[in-house]
């Protein structure tokens, strides 16, 4: 089974200052890995994703993720946040195709980001 | 370009009553489903289907059912609504092209009250 795990509920940076999601992950091969945003009252919108390549995957809004395969490790980054950062990330994980099944996508439980002005 | 359509976008129901929660796509992905938010718990995924006819299970199935008689549409239906299932729920698309690297599409999600 893969699942995905965001240790912080909530993440208070000031804006200006660089900010980190963290985001770990647990599944079988090689992993598909996803970084969504969702801001209040609104779906979610797909940021970045790591297939294979450089570990260094570089996203929409400025947005930024580091794959470690190591550390099963895939955390949400950017150089200097913004107020208009603020909403909740979610981090996704899937395995390589092996059936109809392979295309679910398990989330994370959701990281509030609230960038302080 | 809409993408994926979700309708009712907000939905009161008492306790037993019946709904159809409606998805549409026009993007011709094959791969469509179903997720509730709940706080505190992220998305879970209730049903999914990968093509026209071809329907699964997710992670929490019981009190929903879901057919897929077109490519477009993918309806969530609840037979006897419970205040367990007040959520918000979002249907989500994405390609199963190969080689497929799975990005999902999400409509904007529909908020259902149950009393």
């Known amino acids: 089974a893969q699942s995905v795990a965001q240790p912080e509920d909530q993440v208070n940076v000031a804006e200006g200052n660089p900010l980190t999601v963290k985001c770990t992950y647990s599944?079988?091969?090689?992993?598909?890995l996803f970084w969504y945003v969702q801001y209040p009252n609104r779906g979610l919108q797909f940021l970045l994703k790591y297939i294979t390549g450089d570990n260094l995957v570089k996203g929409s809004y400025g947005f930024e993720a580091e794959f470690n395969k190591s550390q099963t490790s895939f955390h949400l980054k950017k150089p200097s946040a913004l107020v208009s950062d603020s909403a909740l990330y979610f981090c996704a994980v899937r395995g390589e195709y092996s059936g109809a099944g392979s295309y679910q996508l398990t989330f994370g439980k959701g990281t509030k980001l609230s960038v302080i002005p | 370009n809409a993408g994926v359509t979700q309708t009712p976008k907000f939905q009161v129901l008492k306790t037993g009553q019946s709904m159809t929660l409606q998805c549409a796509q026009d993007m011709n992905h094959e791969y469509m489903s179903w997720y509730r938010q709940d706080p505190g718990m992220g998305l879970r995924l209730i049903h999914y289907s990968v093509g026209a006819g071809i329907t699964d299970q997710g992670e929490v199935p019981n009190g929903y059912n879901v057919s897929r008689s077109t490519t477009e549409d993918f309806p969530l239906r609840l037979l006897s609504a419970a205040p367990s299932q007040t959520s918000v729920y979002f249907c989500?698309?994405?390609?199963?092209?190969?080689?497929?690297?799975?990005?999902?599409?999400f409509g904007e999600g529909s908020r259902l009250t149950v009393l």
């Open positions: 989500a698309s994405s390609s199963t092209g190969r080689p497929n690297t799975g990005e999902l599409f």
């Open positions: 599944v079988s091969g090689n992993p598909y």
